[in-house]
Structure formats: structure tokens, C-alpha cells
């Protein structure tokens, strides 16, 4: 017999449909299922991934932070070498003071996280913010002069009323 409604045999279209229905059902819990899997391996991948910049970037912080805290000990080295040659002139206790502040400096650094230098800075700023505020100017000036102090006069080039060679001989203009 044959439903007209739905143009299919009644005892055996229902049974085929349900059947089609059931295989339907069963591959969309499949796709499920793989799709899940497959997104808990690209999530460990890429937690991976992230895990290992992580590092990377914490390698590489505590490589110049390392390079930091030498370079400012080898400058404190410098200004009490400075210092023991000035002995007795009022010039030394004034570089034997930065040496000393520089060497204590160059310690903190060296003992510490970045994270713990930047809280610790942070804190000082929300207790002492004008003081925060001075020594941020004073490090900008200080990087202003050590940049402009660091360039070169063959990169400057020559001053803008030199003759040819560059430079005044004499200390005169060239009209002179």
C-alpha cells in the first residue's frame, strides 16, 4: 500500500526513513566528536605554543636585565677607579657616592624579577609621585643627553657656517 501523502510505501518507506534518520543522527555524533577532538588539540597546541614564547620572553628579559645590572657595575667600577684617583679632592666623595649608589643598584637589579622591579616601582609611585614624577624627567633628560652626546660629528655634519672642510680654523666665520 502506498501513502499518497507522502509518496512512500507505508510499512517499508517508514521503516527506511527511520533508518536514514538514525544514520543521520549517529554521523552528526561522530562530527561531534571529532570536532571536539580535534579542538582539544589545537587548544593544546596552541597553549603550547604560548607557553613556550612565554619563556622565551623571560629568557630573553632576564638576558638584558643580567647585561643591565653588569653594565651599571662596570660603570660604579669606573667611578671609584675615578674616585681613587682623586683622592683628597672634593670631587672623590662625590663619585665614591654614585659608585656605591650605582653598585647598589646594580645588586637590586641583579636580585630581582621584572616583575618584582616593575610592582616595586609601581608602589613607589603611589607613595611618592612627585618624586616618581621628577626621577622619570631626570631618567628622559639623562637619555636625551646620552643620545645626543652618542652621536657622532661625521654623522651630525659639519656645523651650517663651516667652509669646506668643516670646520673654522682660527675660530672665525668664513667671511672673515
Known amino acids: 500500500m502506498i501513502d499518497e501523502k507522502h509518496d512512500v510505501a507505508t510499512p517499508y518507506g517508514e521503516a527506511a526513513r527511520q533508518a536514514g534518520s538514525q544514520d543521520v543522527r549517529e554521523t552528526a555524533r561522530e562530527a561531534a ?24 620572553v623571560r629568557e630573553q628579559n632576564e638576558r ?37 649608589g650605582l653598585k647598589q643598584i646594580s645588586q637590586a637589579i641583579d636580585g630581582k624579577s621584572i616583575g618584582e622591579m616593575v610592582s616595586e616601582l609601581s608602589a613607589f609611585g603611589r607613595r611618592n609621585p612627585l618624586a616618581y614624577l621628577g626621577g622619570a624627567a631626570f631618567a628622559g633628560f639623562a637619555l636625551a643627553r646620552f643620545a645626543r652626546a652618542s652621536t657622532t660629528q661625521t654623522e651630525a655634519g659639519p656645523p651650517p657656517d663651516a667652509p669646506y672642510g668643516g670646520t673654522l680654523y682660527g675660530g672665525g666665520s668664513p667671511d672673515a
Open 33 to 56: 566528536e571529532a570536532g571536539k577532538e580535534r579542538l582539544g588539540e589545537v587548544r593544546e597546541a596552541a597553549q603550547s605554543g604560548l607557553d613556550d614564547a612565554k619563556a622565551a
Open 64 to 100: 638584558a636585565k643580567s647585561s643591565a645590572a653588569d653594565e651599571i657595575h662596570r660603570t660604579a667600577d669606573g667611578l671609584e677607579a675615578a674616585a681613587r684617583e682623586l683622592e683628597g679632592s672634593p670631587q672623590h666623595d662625590l663619585l665614591q657616592e654614585a659608585a656605591d
